[in-house]
């Protein structure tokens, strides 16, 4: 299996703030890698695949990038509202796999 | 829009099978351009894919889960559905459904959740 690792395990940040949170495969997975956000209670939501495109709906305060084994997500000046936890994900082999989280909270 | 909806028993008790069931709204699950899968949180964890469906019934599973997952699709009934079988206390989770591209570029559309608790 491929293993995903995303650091940090958690966060604390102020409304305005640039956030960025990293993730990393075992192995290469091309660009097959998906960003999701999670809020309590709630299903995942897809924000970012294909490691940098943006799904639709989303905000473009939001952003990915990478390719191979090193990700990252960056949300340029967080929101109230993307106070959350966020996984990624790779599409590239089976079993899917995701990361551990990220949980962004507030500072 | 598209909308899936799980159903199924919330409490199993444990060595029993669990059987879930994801009803599709607003689209065809037979359009040949996705697959639809089973995902799985436990409490206060992380996301567990569990197995995945096209419309011709062709599936593919998590190994660690293969020996007791059977997820089959009723196209007539736009619904496919989750047979877990042998369940234990560490299959208490909130379970998902989800669609996904037949290239695989994420799980673009999610059901609520159902929360399944295996206790006797």
């Known amino acids: 299996d491929i293993q995903m690792t995303q650091s940090p395990s958690s966060l604390s940040a102020s409304a305005g703030d640039r956030v960025t949170i990293t993730c990393r495969a075992s192995?290469?997975?091309?660009?097959?890698l998906n960003w999701y956000q999670q809020k309590p209670g709630k299903a995942p939501k897809l924000l970012i695949y294909a490691a940098s495109t943006l799904q639709s709906g989303v905000p473009s305060r939001f952003s990915g990038s990478g390719s191979g084994t090193d990700f990252s997500l960056t949300i340029s000046s967080l929101q109230p509202e993307d106070f959350a936890t966020y996984y990624c994900?790779?599409?590239?082999?089976?079993?899917?796999?995701f990361g551990q989280g990220t949980k962004v909270d507030i500072k | 829009q598209l909308q899936l909806q799980e159903s199924g028993p919330g409490l199993v008790k444990p060595s029993e099978t669990l059987s879930l069931t994801c009803t599709v709204s607003?689209?065809?699950?037979?359009?040949?351009?996705?697959?639809w899968g089973w995902i799985r949180q436990p409490p206060e964890k992380g996301l567990e894919w569990i197995g995945s469906?096209?419309?011709?019934?062709?599936?593919y599973y998590n190994p660690s889960l293969k020996s007791r997952v059977t997820i089959s699709i009723d196209t007539s009934k736009n619904q496919f559905s989750l047979k877990l079988s042998s369940v234990t206390a560490a299959d208490t989770a909130v379970y998902y459904c989800?669609?996904?591209?037949?290239?695989?570029?994420?799980?673009?559309?999610w059901g609520q959740g159902t929360t399944v608790s295996v206790s006797s």
């Open positions: 192995q290469s997975i091309r660009s097959y």
């Open positions: 469906i096209y419309y011709s019934r062709s599936t």
């Open positions: 994900q790779q599409s590239y082999s089976t079993p899917r796999t």
């Open positions: 989800a669609r996904h591209g037949y290239v695989d570029n994420g799980m673009d559309v």
């Open positions: 607003g689209g065809s699950i037979s359009n040949n351009n996705y697959y």
